[in-house]
């Protein structure tokens, strides 16, 4: 059934005017804000788009298939200045604008908590597809699913019904910790994640259920286990994505009595050992003497941390500039079943392991 103007104005007790102005973008007679963000909000619900036939006077002009797209990124404030997910959207853009593709949105997660900002995202006619930035939950990518007939995910490991660019994670940490064994390293620890998830995944990993898609946590428990060594949960650190709290955990866990200390720390992304390398050496402790360090991402910072940060060098540009290859690909039709890319990475060997050339 075909929800109308009509239909949101009564339920928000408005008139069909102002439902048209808010839905319209008009700006020639305010409206309040919060009468707006209401409006939005049952527009949303009711599942409210515009007419089939907008829709097809659209698609009678267009020429190309995709030509205008938008990108929605997982929860990361600071979109454009964080040192991972800031190389991947350059990349987007720049594909994007060697193809003379406008980039109609760009939001985080948390920026589509605005009703107002959601429903203009998700209901702009002319925005031909979608690349979806790292994971999303079931409801949530089902709805974008509903709404865009084009969208390329980055690092969407466990979707298999849309196209993917992504890195093997899992296997970049095994082989990233195999380094530390062939070094000597035999008690390695762990740092990543959020919440208190990980003791229940190590739980559920040991009896042979994984139920986190967690990749790096996973290769850590596979690549101790591959090589018999014993995973102790008293050197798994739980941490939310940022140096401060790594930084934080890091002093906490130092701080512990009677702890049977690491010999090296493998850890989930670079941003996260640089605030567990300054907890380390804040303590007294010296890396990679006392605690080999290895890590993941290879932002910009690694090389000049101190010591060099060993880690594994993922593609950031080339996921963007692929993702949007991909749907342009995608949209030519000449794409007929889901793809995953796979881009390689690379283990860059520098000072904080332990390696001596």
């Known amino acids: 059934m075909t929800v109308t103007l009509k239909d949101i104005a009564q339920k928000a007790g408005v008139s069909i005017s102002s439902v048209s102005r808010v839905l319209n973008n008009d700006q020639t007679r305010s409206v309040s804000k919060e009468t707006e963000d209401m409006i939005w909000k049952i527009a949303h619900e009711m599942g409210y788009s515009k007419s089939k036939k907008a829709r097809a006077k659209k698609s009678?002009?267009?020429?190309?298939?995709?030509?205008?797209?938008?990108?929605?990124?997982?929860?990361?404030?600071?979109?454009?200045?964080?040192?991972?997910?800031?190389?991947?959207?350059?990349?987007?853009?720049?594909?994007?604008?060697?193809?003379?593709?406008?980039?109609?949105?760009?939001?985080t997660e948390e920026e589509l908590q605005e009703p107002?900002?959601?429903?203009?995202?998700?209901?702009?006619?002319?925005?031909?597809g979608v690349i979806l930035v790292e994971p999303y939950d079931t409801e949530t990518l089902n709805y974008l699913k509903n709404r865009y007939k084009y969208i390329v995910g980055i690092g969407l490991t466990s979707v298999d019904d849309i196209d993917s660019v992504?890195?093997?994670?899992?296997?970049?940490?095994?082989?990233?910790?195999?380094?530390?064994?062939?070094?000597?390293?035999?008690?390695i620890g762990f740092i990543g994640g959020t919440g208190n998830k990980f003791s229940l995944v190590l739980n559920n990993h040991l009896t042979g259920a994984i139920q986190n898609n967690e990749e790096r946590f996973i290769g850590y428990i596979d690549a101790l286990r591959n090589s018999n060594i014993e995973i102790d949960q008293s050197i798994i650190i739980s941490s939310e994505w940022s140096?401060?709290?790594?930084y934080e955990c890091m002093k906490e866990f130092l701080s512990k009595k009677d702890i049977n200390m690491p010999d090296a720390f493998f850890v989930a992304s670079d941003l996260l050992a640089l605030g567990a390398m300054k907890a380390i050496k804040e303590k007294g402790m010296t890396i990679p003497e006392d605690i080999?360090?290895?890590?993941?991402?290879?932002?910009?910072?690694?090389e000049f941390a101190d010591p060099a940060l060993t880690t594994v060098n993922v593609k950031k540009s080339e996921l963007g500039r692929i993702a949007v290859k991909t749907l342009v690909d995608r949209g030519n039709g000449e794409l007929f079943s889901p793809v995953k890319i796979v881009l390689p990475t690379?283990?860059?060997?520098?000072?904080?392991?332990?390696?001596?050339?």
């Not at 690379?346 to 050339?357: D, F, M, N, V």
């Open 243 to 246: 140096s401060e709290s790594a």
């Open 346 to 357: 690379k283990l860059i060997i520098r000072e904080s392991c332990g390696y001596k050339k």
């Open 292 to 302: 080999a360090i290895v890590s993941y991402d290879n932002i910009d910072m690694a």
């Open 166 to 187: 992504l890195v093997d994670k899992k296997a970049a940490t095994i082989n990233a910790i195999q380094h530390l064994i062939d070094l000597g390293h035999k008690r």
């Open 116 to 128: 107002a900002i959601l429903h203009r995202a998700l209901n702009n006619e002319s925005v031909d």
């Open 60 to 107: 009678k002009k267009q020429k190309r298939a995709i030509q205008r797209i938008g990108y929605i990124l997982c929860k990361v404030p600071d979109k454009y200045n964080h040192p991972y997910f800031s190389e991947i959207l350059q990349g987007i853009e720049l594909e994007a604008k060697t193809r003379g593709i406008y980039i109609e949105f760009a939001h």
